[in-house]
Protein backbone atom coordinates (compact mmCIF):
# COMPACT_ATOMS: atom_id res chain seq x y z
CA UNK A 1 0.00 0.00 0.00
CA UNK A 2 1.59 3.36 -1.05
CA UNK A 3 0.92 4.79 2.41
CA UNK A 4 3.03 2.70 4.47
CA UNK A 5 6.85 1.58 3.88
CA UNK A 6 8.84 -0.71 5.58
CA UNK A 7 12.65 -0.50 5.45
CA UNK A 8 14.69 -2.36 4.92
CA UNK A 9 12.76 -4.81 3.02
CA UNK A 10 15.24 -7.72 3.45
CA UNK A 11 17.89 -8.15 6.23
CA UNK A 12 20.20 -10.81 7.48
CA UNK A 13 21.98 -10.35 10.90
CA UNK A 14 24.23 -12.45 13.66
CA UNK A 15 23.16 -13.40 17.00
CA UNK A 16 23.09 -10.86 19.60
CA UNK A 17 22.97 -7.93 17.37
CA UNK A 18 20.73 -5.46 17.86
CA UNK A 19 18.23 -4.20 14.93
CA UNK A 20 15.74 -1.60 14.05
CA UNK A 21 13.11 -1.81 11.44
CA UNK A 22 11.32 1.43 10.50
CA UNK A 23 7.86 1.64 9.52
CA UNK A 24 6.88 4.87 7.84
CA UNK A 25 3.00 6.48 6.82
CA UNK A 26 2.03 9.21 5.39
CA UNK A 27 -1.53 9.39 6.49
CA UNK A 28 -1.35 10.59 9.89
CA UNK A 29 -3.23 7.75 11.33
CA UNK A 30 -3.23 7.37 15.05
CA UNK A 31 -3.03 3.70 15.05
CA UNK A 32 -0.06 1.41 14.08
CA UNK A 33 1.04 -1.80 14.77
CA UNK A 34 4.07 -4.60 14.20
CA UNK A 35 3.36 -7.90 13.51
CA UNK A 36 5.68 -11.39 13.13
CA UNK A 37 4.59 -13.95 10.76
CA UNK A 38 5.72 -17.45 10.75
CA UNK A 39 4.57 -20.35 9.41
CA UNK A 40 1.22 -22.16 11.21
CA UNK A 41 0.66 -18.77 13.61
CA UNK A 42 -0.95 -16.62 11.27
CA UNK A 43 0.47 -13.03 12.44
CA UNK A 44 1.14 -12.20 15.74
CA UNK A 45 0.86 -9.00 17.45
CA UNK A 46 4.29 -7.81 18.67
CA UNK A 47 3.70 -4.06 19.72
CA UNK A 48 1.26 -1.35 18.95
CA UNK A 49 0.87 1.99 19.35
CA UNK A 50 -2.13 4.20 19.74
CA UNK A 51 -0.29 8.14 19.27
CA UNK A 52 3.16 9.80 19.96
CA UNK A 53 5.04 7.91 22.58
CA UNK A 54 1.95 5.89 23.57
CA UNK A 55 2.34 2.17 23.20
CA UNK A 56 2.06 -0.92 24.13
CA UNK A 57 2.64 -4.52 24.08
CA UNK A 58 1.19 -7.47 21.80
CA UNK A 59 1.21 -10.82 22.49
CA UNK A 60 4.87 -11.80 21.74
CA UNK A 61 6.42 -8.70 22.90
CA UNK A 62 9.54 -10.15 25.08
CA UNK A 63 13.16 -9.76 23.16
CA UNK A 64 11.48 -6.49 21.08
CA UNK A 65 10.60 -2.51 22.23
CA UNK A 66 9.41 0.28 20.29
CA UNK A 67 9.89 3.16 19.73
CA UNK A 68 7.06 6.12 18.44
CA UNK A 69 9.08 9.50 18.55
CA UNK A 70 6.57 11.08 15.51
CA UNK A 71 3.34 10.36 14.12
CA UNK A 72 4.96 8.68 11.09
CA UNK A 73 7.16 6.74 11.97
CA UNK A 74 7.21 3.54 14.07
CA UNK A 75 10.15 1.68 14.83
CA UNK A 76 10.74 -1.92 16.05
CA UNK A 77 13.76 -3.12 17.53
CA UNK A 78 15.85 -6.21 18.70
CA UNK A 79 17.92 -5.61 21.28
CA UNK A 80 20.23 -9.04 20.73
CA UNK A 81 18.52 -10.46 17.99
CA UNK A 82 18.19 -15.04 18.51
CA UNK A 83 17.61 -16.97 15.90
CA UNK A 84 14.05 -17.87 16.84
CA UNK A 85 13.03 -13.87 16.05
CA UNK A 86 13.84 -14.82 12.82
CA UNK A 87 10.49 -14.04 10.72
CA UNK A 88 8.85 -12.19 8.30
CA UNK A 89 7.80 -8.69 9.84
CA UNK A 90 4.71 -6.83 8.76
CA UNK A 91 4.22 -3.31 9.89
CA UNK A 92 0.16 -2.08 10.04
CA UNK A 93 -2.04 1.29 10.51
CA UNK A 94 -5.43 1.51 11.37
CA UNK A 95 -8.05 3.22 8.76
CA UNK A 96 -10.91 4.33 10.30
CA UNK A 97 -13.70 2.33 9.67
CA UNK A 98 -11.59 0.52 7.04
CA UNK A 99 -9.42 -1.99 9.28
CA UNK A 100 -5.70 -2.55 8.61
CA UNK A 101 -3.43 -1.48 6.49
CA UNK A 102 -0.06 -3.44 5.92
CA UNK A 103 3.03 -2.43 4.69
CA UNK A 104 4.91 -5.06 2.00
CA UNK A 105 6.96 -6.69 4.97
CA UNK A 106 10.90 -7.43 6.15
CA UNK A 107 11.85 -10.65 6.09
CA UNK A 108 14.48 -10.87 8.84
CA UNK A 109 17.27 -13.96 9.08
CA UNK A 110 19.14 -14.31 12.20
CA UNK A 111 22.23 -16.62 11.69
CA UNK B 1 -10.95 -11.60 25.51
CA UNK B 2 -10.85 -12.48 21.36
CA UNK B 3 -9.68 -15.31 19.08
CA UNK B 4 -10.16 -16.70 15.99
CA UNK B 5 -10.43 -20.30 14.55
CA UNK B 6 -9.85 -21.28 10.85
CA UNK B 7 -11.21 -24.66 10.78
CA UNK B 8 -8.99 -25.95 7.60
CA UNK B 9 -5.04 -25.26 7.25
CA UNK B 10 -5.92 -26.39 3.31
CA UNK B 11 -8.38 -26.03 1.03
CA UNK B 12 -8.30 -27.68 -2.69
CA UNK B 13 -10.73 -27.04 -5.40
CA UNK B 14 -11.02 -27.01 -8.89
CA UNK B 15 -11.27 -24.12 -11.00
CA UNK B 16 -14.83 -23.03 -11.97
CA UNK B 17 -16.44 -24.91 -8.63
CA UNK B 18 -17.39 -23.05 -5.14
CA UNK B 19 -14.99 -21.93 -2.70
CA UNK B 20 -16.09 -22.19 1.40
CA UNK B 21 -13.23 -21.08 3.56
CA UNK B 22 -14.00 -21.54 6.94
CA UNK B 23 -14.06 -19.15 10.07
CA UNK B 24 -15.29 -19.29 14.16
CA UNK B 25 -14.53 -16.61 16.05
CA UNK B 26 -14.59 -15.60 19.83
CA UNK B 27 -15.52 -12.30 21.44
CA UNK B 28 -16.37 -10.29 24.39
CA UNK B 29 -17.48 -7.05 22.37
CA UNK B 30 -19.28 -6.68 19.42
CA UNK B 31 -17.13 -7.75 16.56
CA UNK B 32 -15.86 -6.21 13.73
CA UNK B 33 -14.03 -9.25 11.33
CA UNK B 34 -12.17 -9.44 8.23
CA UNK B 35 -10.73 -11.39 5.77
CA UNK B 36 -7.28 -11.01 4.36
CA UNK B 37 -5.87 -12.65 1.58
CA UNK B 38 -2.14 -13.31 0.90
CA UNK B 39 -0.29 -14.25 -2.50
CA UNK B 40 2.83 -15.76 -2.17
CA UNK B 41 5.77 -13.45 -1.00
CA UNK B 42 3.38 -10.91 -1.32
CA UNK B 43 1.54 -8.38 1.60
CA UNK B 44 -1.76 -8.77 3.12
CA UNK B 45 -4.52 -7.28 1.21
CA UNK B 46 -8.10 -6.64 2.53
CA UNK B 47 -10.81 -8.41 1.32
CA UNK B 48 -13.62 -7.74 3.07
CA UNK B 49 -15.18 -6.33 6.65
CA UNK B 50 -17.68 -7.02 8.80
CA UNK B 51 -18.70 -3.56 11.36
CA UNK B 52 -22.47 -4.48 12.46
CA UNK B 53 -24.00 -3.38 9.47
CA UNK B 54 -24.88 -5.92 6.60
CA UNK B 55 -24.51 -9.35 8.12
CA UNK B 56 -23.88 -10.62 4.61
CA UNK B 57 -20.85 -8.43 3.45
CA UNK B 58 -19.44 -8.11 -0.82
CA UNK B 59 -15.56 -7.52 -1.07
CA UNK B 60 -13.54 -7.81 -3.71
CA UNK B 61 -12.59 -10.79 -6.47
CA UNK B 62 -16.66 -12.27 -6.33
CA UNK B 63 -15.76 -12.82 -2.54
CA UNK B 64 -18.55 -12.34 0.51
CA UNK B 65 -18.81 -13.56 4.00
CA UNK B 66 -21.79 -13.96 6.14
CA UNK B 67 -21.73 -13.08 9.76
CA UNK B 68 -23.56 -15.59 11.97
CA UNK B 69 -23.94 -14.31 15.35
CA UNK B 70 -25.72 -17.15 16.42
CA UNK B 71 -23.17 -19.83 14.89
CA UNK B 72 -20.41 -17.13 15.66
CA UNK B 73 -19.11 -17.98 12.42
CA UNK B 74 -17.96 -15.87 9.27
CA UNK B 75 -16.91 -18.02 6.49
CA UNK B 76 -15.92 -16.61 2.94
CA UNK B 77 -17.57 -18.22 0.00
CA UNK B 78 -16.84 -17.30 -3.58
CA UNK B 79 -19.52 -18.86 -6.15
CA UNK B 80 -16.78 -19.73 -8.95
CA UNK B 81 -12.83 -20.37 -8.38
CA UNK B 82 -10.04 -18.91 -9.97
CA UNK B 83 -6.61 -20.14 -10.83
CA UNK B 84 -5.70 -16.38 -9.27
CA UNK B 85 -7.73 -17.19 -6.39
CA UNK B 86 -4.57 -19.51 -4.87
CA UNK B 87 -2.94 -17.68 -1.87
CA UNK B 88 -3.11 -18.23 1.94
CA UNK B 89 -6.32 -16.72 3.54
CA UNK B 90 -6.81 -15.61 7.22
CA UNK B 91 -10.00 -14.30 9.38
CA UNK B 92 -9.27 -11.89 11.21
CA UNK B 93 -11.11 -10.42 14.46
CA UNK B 94 -11.20 -6.89 16.19
CA UNK B 95 -13.06 -5.75 19.25
CA UNK B 96 -15.15 -2.30 18.59
CA UNK B 97 -15.18 -1.54 21.98
CA UNK B 98 -11.23 -2.55 22.78
CA UNK B 99 -9.64 1.15 22.13
CA UNK B 100 -6.73 -0.66 20.88
CA UNK B 101 -8.17 -2.16 17.92
CA UNK B 102 -5.98 -4.69 17.98
CA UNK B 103 -6.12 -7.64 15.29
CA UNK B 104 -6.14 -11.22 16.26
CA UNK B 105 -5.64 -13.42 13.34
CA UNK B 106 -6.34 -16.75 12.87
CA UNK B 107 -3.57 -18.85 11.74
CA UNK B 108 -4.69 -18.98 8.01
CA UNK B 109 -6.24 -21.31 5.25
CA UNK B 110 -3.83 -21.72 2.02
CA UNK B 111 -6.33 -22.26 -1.34
CA UNK B 112 -5.26 -24.50 -3.64
CA UNK B 113 -7.02 -24.44 -7.04
CA UNK B 114 -6.51 -27.30 -9.36
CA UNK B 115 -7.03 -26.60 -12.97
Known amino acids: DAGITQSPRHKVTETGTPVTLRCHQT?????MYWYRQDPGHGLRLIHY???????DKGEVSDGYSVSRSKTEDFLLTLESATSSQTSVYFCAIKRERAGAFFGQGTRLTVV | AQSVTQLDSHVSVSEGTPVLLRCNYS??????LFWYVQHPNKGLQLLLKYTSAATLVKGINGFEAEFKKSETSFHLTKPSAHMSDAAEYFCVVSGQMDSSYKLIFGSGTRLLVRP
Open chain 2, 27 to 32: SSYSPS
Open chain 1, 27 to 31: ENHRY
Open chain 1, 49 to 55: SYGVKDT
